[in-house]
């Protein structure tokens, strides 16, 4: 079957005998099915159906937007489509495979009146219920594109975690760490597990915790950065795992920490600049009393990028998580 196109006319051709059909097109999962009433139609231009269909997907505002770097291209990117409202979940996934980033989100209107938007968040193994770097880079394109926050400086962020809070703060994005589901030290067998992985001995590890806020973190904690610096992990050893490690810079330097973020469990072997993890290491080293005030993250380099990661720590014990973001890529995604 060949599908042929005259004057906005869709016709059918039989390759056999070459007679033209004019018919209605209607689409069922992606198959083109024509009615029939045969015609003349020797100037038309013929394609193939599969580029029909591609033809009728819809164009949505889309773009790519650099999170966590002062620097364009060493952040870690995120894809946005927004007015993603009709798109089915199978859909979303599909193009989050594609894009093979570390998250795809999808904006869409808000469900309960407090948001301003409603927010879902792809892996290319999975969906995520929050993810930090996506929330602020969604943020970032929703602006851009218009989008007009219900209180002046403040917009809300609907998702599976609930409602979380952006501000923007002398050009900053930030947004407010929403609350653990899982704390405590981790069990002694997936420690085991994890330091069998990372190659070191139990003795590296000065403290540990589940740090889940929607995507299933743990977190070990090393005595220095270069440690952190140096792991190179065998994933295959902890092939479900969403785990971290963080280690402290030397007095003195612009970073208090570098961190690194691990998650063959949604299919992404290490994430070059995490927010979400940022996040709840971070209500972790408050809470414990390891760290006082606000201090600034580095992650990213083993990967070739230079994330920073600002974590600022208010009077009422709200924690805020910001960084650069910037659109290096816009235009239209197609999609049904």
Known sequence: MRTLITGGTVISMDPATGDLDRGDVRREDDVIVEGAE????????????SDLATRMRRQRPFAQVDVFSQTAYLGNPVAVILEAEDLEDA??????????????????????????????????????SFA???????????????????????????????????????????????????????????????VDAFGIDHEQVLAHQWVDNGPGWAVVRLATAHEVLELQPD????????????????????????????????????????GSMNAA?????????????????SQGRRLGRAGDVTITADPDGTIWVGGNTNTLFHGAALAH
């Open 38 to 49: 045969h015609i003349d139609a020797p100037d038309a231009v013929v394609i193939d159906a």
């Open 91 to 128: 859909d979303m996934q599909r193009i989050a495979r594609w894009t093979n980033l570390s998250e795809t989100t999808f904006v869409l209107p808000p469900t309960t009146r407090e948001a301003d938007y409603r927010l879902r968040i792809f892996t290319p193994g999975g969906e995520l």
């Open 132 to 194: 930090g770097h996506p929330t602020l880079g969604s943020a970032h394109a929703w602006l851009e594109r218009g989008g007009t926050p219900k209180v002046s400086g403040r917009l809300v962020q609907e998702c599976d975690a609930g409602l979380v809070e952006v501000r923007r703060r002398a050009g900053l994005l930030s947004f407010a760490a929403p609350p653990t589901r899982r704390s405590g030290d981790i069990e002694e067998e997936y420690l085991s597990q994890i």
């Open 235 to 274: 994933l295959s050893r902890i092939p479900t795992a969403m785990v971290g490690a963080i280690g402290a810079h030397p007095d003195g330097n612009e970073h208090a920490f570098e961190l690194r973020t691990f998650a063959p469990g949604v299919g992404v072997a290490e994430d070059p600049v995490c």
């Open 281 to 297: 290491v971070a209500q972790w080293l408050l809470r414990t009393g390891a760290v006082s005030g606000s201090y600034r993250v």
